[in-house]
Nanobody
């Protein structure tokens, strides 16, 4: 079993930055692919960014150039650095884990955190 806990969300103004962290316990994340997803009120959950167990990354179009996903296997954490935030980035952000590779599809993940709220004011 892997337990995931997100932190780092909050309220920020347009153009600001936040750094989300996903901390794992129970097992090492070193052989897991990780994904960040978000869900805004009334909308479907959507893929934000993913990183494989070897460190390869992928981003949704809205995240490219603004968000960066990284992992620290020694600390058993995955981080999402978000810059140039916009009001449309407001959502609950969740991290998720699955073996080896990440997936763009949320149902492919085995483990989920509880999520952290990100609110961007205009």
């Amino acid at each position: 079993q892997v337990q995931l806990v997100e932190s780092g969300g909050g309220l920020v103004q347009t153009g600001g930055s936040l750094r989300l962290s996903c901390a794992a316990s129970g097992r090492t994340l070193s052989t897991y692919g990780m994904g960040w997803f978000r869900q805004a009120p009334g909308k479907e959950r959507e893929f934000v960014a993913g990183i494989t167990w070897t460190g390869s990354t992928a981003y949704s179009d809205f995240a490219k150039g603004r968000f960066t996903i990284s992992r620290n296997n020694y600390e058993n954490t995955v981080t999402l650095q978000m810059n140039s935030l916009k009001p449309e980035d407001t959502a609950v952000y969740s991290c998720a884990a699955r073996r080896l590779a990440f997936s763009f599809t949320s149902s492919d993940y085995y483990y989920w955190g509880q999520g952290t709220q990100v609110t961007v004011s205009s």
